[in-house]
C-alpha cells in the first residue's frame, strides 16, 4: 500500500529562518504530489502541486518545493519564513494513472514560527 | 463562489447513538471526497463520490459506516452504533472532475466527539 511519511512532526523556527520539510513516498509508479497547509482555525489549503515537468514547483506565499524521483521525496521550502506561516503542512500524493484523486496523507508538520 | 461547507461544525454524542454528518460541495463539482483525521494525524481516506454513485469506498473502516449522495450535490455520512474510538474531524472534499490532479477543496469539517 502505498504510505507518505513527514519526518519532522514539530519545527520551531525565528522569523527570517530558512525552512526545509521533508515528505517521503512510498509508490514506484506515477504520482501527483501535493502540499497541503492548515492555518489555526483554518481548513486545509493547496500550498503547491506537482504533476509532471519541471520537478521544482512554486507555490503561494513563497514556498516551493522539489520532486527528486531517485528519492521518492518531495520537500517542501521557503528561504525566509515569517510569523504568519505558523501553521501544520501536510504532504499528500495520489496515483497519477488513476482516474480519482483519493489522496494518501502524510501525518503532518507542525511550524511554530517565532516573532 | 462559496467554498465546501460542513454541518454540525461539532457533535457530541453518546457511545451507541446513530450520527449524519453533512456536507456541501462547491457547486458544479463532480466528485466529492470525505476523509477522517484523528488527532495527530494526517487526514485518511473513506470514501469518494463521482456523481450519485460512490466509486471507492475502500477507506470505510467497518459497516456502520455509510454515505451517500442522492443528487450528485450534498453528501450525508452516517454512523451508526458509534464508539468512543470514532471520535475524529471528518473533513469533505470536492473537486471540480475525477482528474487525479484536479484541486480538492476542503470544508472546515465535523468535530465528533464520542462519549
Known amino acids: 500500500a502505498q504510505s507518505v511519511s513527514q519526518h519532522n512532526h514539530h519545527v520551531i523556527l525565528s522569523e527570517a529562518a530558512s525552512l526545509e520539510l521533508g515528505c517521503n513516498y512510498s509508490?514506484?509508479?506515477?504520482?501527483?504530489l501535493f502540499w497541503y497547509v492548515q492555518y489555526p482555525g483554518q481548513h486545509l489549503q493547496l500550498l503547491l502541486k506537482?504533476?509532471?515537468?519541471?520537478?521544482l514547483v512554486k507555490g503561494i506565499k513563497g514556498f516551493e518545493a522539489e520532486f527528486i524521483k531517485s528519492k521518492f521525496s518531495f520537500n517542501l521550502r521557503k528561504p525566509s519564513v515569517q510569523w504568519s506561516d505558523t501553521a501544520e503542512y501536510f504532504c499528500?500524493?495520489?496515483?497519477?494513472?488513476?482516474?480519482?484523486?483519493?489522496?494518501?496523507f502524510g501525518q503532518g508538520t507542525t511550524l511554530q514560527v517565532k516573532p | 463562489g462559496a467554498g465546501v461547507s460542513q454541518t454540525p461544525s461539532n457533535k457530541v454524542t453518546e457511545k451507541g447513538k446513530y450520527v449524519e454528518l453533512r456536507c456541501d460541495p462547491i457547486?458544479?463539482?463532480?466528485?466529492l471526497y470525505w476523509y477522517r483525521q484523528s488527532l495527530g494525524q494526517g487526514p485518511e481516506f473513506l470514501i469518494y463520490?463521482?456523481?450519485?454513485?460512490?466509486?471507492?469506498d475502500s477507506g470505510l473502516p467497518n459497516d456502520r459506516f455509510f454515505a451517500v449522495r442522492p443528487e450528485g450535490s450534498v453528501s450525508t455520512l452516517k454512523i451508526q452504533r458509534t464508539e468512543r474510538g470514532d471520535s475524529a474531524v471528518y473533513l469533505c472534499?470536492?473537486?471540480?472532475?475525477?482528474?487525479?490532479?484536479?484541486?480538492?477543496?476542503f470544508g472546515p469539517g465535523t468535530r465528533l466527539t464520542v462519549l
Open positions: 463520490f463521482q456523481g450519485t454513485g460512490a466509486a471507492d
Open positions: 506537482y504533476f509532471s515537468g519541471d520537478p
Open positions: 499528500a500524493v495520489n496515483l497519477g494513472s488513476s482516474n480519482t484523486g483519493k489522496l494518501i
Open positions: 457547486s458544479g463539482h463532480t466528485a
Open positions: 509508490y514506484g509508479g506515477t504520482v501527483n
Open positions: 472534499a470536492s473537486s471540480l472532475t475525477l482528474d487525479s490532479r484536479d484541486e480538492q477543496f
